[in-house]
């Protein structure tokens, strides 16, 4: 497991670029192209157009392999789902003239639940509905199942722990050597370690249906209206045939405790005993792996996720077991 490769593109190249392929791809003019956003793989375009339908968001990729990924992620939420998903327009592969991938889709309403911090001022009632639409959303998907674990364009696991188990592995391997590096903090490798030791205590209950997830469903990725009316989900990352637990620890990230996601959908449906330490499991695994692959990360976040961890191992009282 390594740190992604990156092209070395900035805003201003990739906005250039975005509007060559965009002109080329839809055969229009570009009225206008402005940056809106970007995170440790992509860069994020608005543009307007001479044609329907006249404004288009254009996704371009500093890694290869995510672009196509993505779009089909995209595609396959939009098939049977209970929010508006963007549609995909169509993709481009990086050539001589724009060295990126670009992803073309529709441009949806709303702001996120995370920069748009007005929307934690909205009353009880009003979170209380954002989160009961939010989750209704997300069990929709939970309740559409496959054959097989593992990524929905490589789902050939029969078992989540076939699949999680030695990716997990994989990323304790890395943060072992990252520790080793200086590049990664003692409190969090023990804590990896420690969950490591208690795995099986941790992930004794099987699961037993392969669910469709999104794979990165948090308050950055769910849009609404200033009245926090939900009006799409966007950007899925990963997207897997899973335990549907794999995505509620997102539910906790950010801002979402602040909106009730998680506990309204452990409220609402079915969960595992474990799945307090399990999604804090998930949550410190994973954002050791995205540190793996962008080779940044945010310093508050991951002692927010070992804290969380390391309480709740202590309330499960799973460590008793070894």
Not at 68 to 85: F, G, I, P, Q, T
Request: glycine share 6%; proline share 3%.
């Amino acid at each position: 497991m390594e740190q992604m490769e990156k092209r070395p593109v900035n805003v201003k190249e990739a906005r250039f670029f975005a509007k060559t392929v965009l002109a080329r791809e839809m055969s229009c003019d570009v009225i206008d192209i402005r940056f809106i956003g970007g995170g440790s793989f992509g860069l994020v375009f608005e543009a307007s157009i001479d044609k329907a339908p006249y404004t288009v968001i254009m996704k371009g990729f500093r890694c290869e392999g995510i672009c196509e990924r993505e779009a089909n992620e995209l595609r396959l939420l939009a098939m049977d789902s209970a929010v508006k998903v963007p549609q995909v327009y169509f993709t481009a592969a990086a050539s001589p003239e724009a060295p990126m991938d670009f992803l073309c889709m529709e441009k949806v309403d709303g702001t996120n639940c995370f920069t748009d911090f007005g929307k934690l001022l909205c009353s009880k009632r009003e979170k209380e509905r954002f989160a009961d639409e939010v989750t209704t959303a997300a069990h929709h998907w939970h309740t559409q199942t496959g054959d097989r674990f593992g990524l929905i364009d490589s789902a050939v696991y029969d078992t989540w722990l076939d699949f999680y188990r030695p990716f997990a592995a994989e990323i304790l391997e890395e943060a072992r050597r990252m520790a080793s590096a200086g590049r990664l903090g003692r409190r969090a490798l023990r804590a990896m370690e420690n969950g490591w030791t208690h795995f099986d205590a941790i992930f004794c209950e099987p699961v037993g249906k392969a669910c469709l997830i999104h794979g990165d469903l948090n308050v950055m990725n769910i849009m609404s209206d200033k009245k926090l009316h939900m009006t799409a989900i966007i950007d899925p990352l990963e997207s897997k045939w899973a335990d549907p637990e794999y995505e509620l620890f997102q539910m906790r990230n950010l801002t979402g405790n602040l909106f009730g996601l998680y506990e309204t959908y452990k409220r609402k449906y079915p969960v595992s005993e474990n799945c307090d330490v399990k999604t804090a499991f998930y949550a410190l695994y994973h954002e050791v792996y995205t540190y793996i692959n962008t080779g940044s990360r945010i310093h508050w976040y991951l002692p927010q996720m070992v804290r969380r961890f390391e309480k709740d191992l202590r309330k499960s009282g799973l460590a008793a077991f070894q």
